[in-house]
């Protein structure tokens, strides 16, 4: 079954090859342009003996050159200067974000009434509370997604609760 397949390869980028060369204008790119054309060629003209080899080299993931522990030592760090950066909004915040973070969710569709809060004694350990008048997990997953981006924090961060009057 492969050698057909390859030879059906083969045959189709022989022919397109014969085409594209034909079209080609004369002089520097024509040249530049058949060498190129002549390499896709012989790769695809080695590509079984390429395979019968296994030759064909794995690119390594970030997992083989990095330790886990240090992996998760940089995405603790990561997430820790994503929360600096927000820290000043959140902390000097008069009402004035969280009204036009309001104003924005009340654009939604779904959405006709809405209440943000922030809460916690430190920064590190805030929440942004968002009261909804009709909640769906679809909805509460968007406006954990739209709230944590604005807010430039964790989705963890945003709590999402249903209102009532």
Request: glycine share 6%; net charge negative; aromatic share 6%.
């Amino acid at each position: 079954m492969f050698w057909r397949e390859w030879l059906t390869t083969l045959l189709g980028l022989t022919i397109l090859l014969a085409i594209v060369e034909m079209i080609l204008p004369p002089g520097d790119i024509g040249k530049f342009s058949r060498l190129v054309l002549g390499l896709v060629v012989l790769l695809a003209v080695l590509q079984p003996l390429i395979t019968f080899l296994k030759l064909n080299p794995e690119i390594p993931s970030i997992s083989t050159w990095v330790p886990a522990q240090i992996e998760q030592d940089a995405l603790v760090l990561a997430e820790e200067m994503r929360l600096a950066g927000a820290k000043p909004l959140l902390e000097a915040d008069s009402g004035g974000h969280i009204r036009q973070l309001e104003a924005l969710l009340l654009t939604m569709d779904q959405i006709e009434d809405v209440q943000v809060e922030i809460r916690g004694s430190s920064f590190d350990h805030q929440m942004v509370l968002v009261k909804i008048d009709s909640i769906t997990p679809d909805l509460e997953l968007r406006v954990r997604k739209i709230v944590s981006g604005i807010l430039n924090i964790g989705e963890h961060q945003v709590a999402v609760e249903p209102w009532y009057d």
